[in-house]
C-alpha cells in the first residue's frame, strides 16, 4: 500500500534529448507527489511536485505529468543537459500518514555529450 | 539557500562510542522533522519521525534506543547514533516540513570505525 514503483533505474540520455522518468502508486490516498534530485554526497533537492488536482505541472525544463486513473506520474525533463546527470526521486505522501514521505528507488540519470 | 541544515556533515567515530547529528530549521519553525538513512546507490530509508516537546516516532525495526531523538525546540532535532558499530556507517539526512513543502538538509556522512 505504501510502495511507491519508480523506473528506469538507470537512464543515459543525449544532451538536448528528453528524459523520462516513471512512477506508480499504490495507496490512493497520496495526495503530495514530488520529485527529488540528489547528487552524489548531497542532501535530496526538491525539484517540483505536483498535486492531485491538476494533470501536469511544468517549471522551466522539468514536467510532471499525472494520471490520476493510473495512480502514475512521470517527470520530463526537456532539453536534457549534462549537469543535469543525478540521481531522481520520486516521492508520494498523504496529510493523514504525517506527511511521511514514500520514496521511489531512484533513477540515475547520465546525460552525455 | 538552504533552509535545513544539519551538523556536522561529516563524522568519524570509534566503534562503541556515540555520535550526535543536528538538524536545524533556518528561519522557520518546524513542528515536526523526520530523520532518513541512505545506503550507497539506494534509496532513502524513513528511520522516525521528530515531533517537538514529545516522543520521536519510530518506523518499524529502527531501534528505539540506538537511534536516540530529541526535538527539544522548534528548530532544533538531533539524532544520537548510540553504541556506534561499522555497519552504522551511512548517509543520515534529516528534513522538514515549511509551509506544503518538505525540505531536506544537506545530510550527514556517518563512518564508525
Known sequence: QQQVKQSPQSLIVQKGGISIIN?????TAFDYFPWYQQF?????????AIRPD????KEGRFTISFNKSAKQFSLHIMDS???????YFCAASF???GNKLTFGTGTQLKVEL | GAVVSQHPSRVICK???SVKIECRSLDFQATTMFWYRQFPKQSL???????EGSKATYEQGVEKDKFLINHASLTLSTLTV???HPEDSSFYICSAKRGNTIYFGEGSWLTVV
Open chain 1, 23 to 27: 512512477c506508480a502508486y499504490e495507496n
Open chain 1, 40 to 48: 552524489p554526497g548531497k542532501g535530496p533537492a526538491l525539484l517540483i
Open chain 1, 54 to 57: 491538476v494533470s501536469e505541472k
Open chain 1, 81 to 87: 543537459q549534462p549537469g543535469d546527470s543525478a540521481t
Open chain 1, 95 to 97: 496529510e493523514g500518514g
Open chain 2, 15 to 17: 566503534s562503541g562510542t
Open chain 2, 45 to 51: 530509508m524513513l528511520m522516525a519521525t521528530s515531533n
Open chain 2, 82 to 84: 548510540t553504541s556506534a
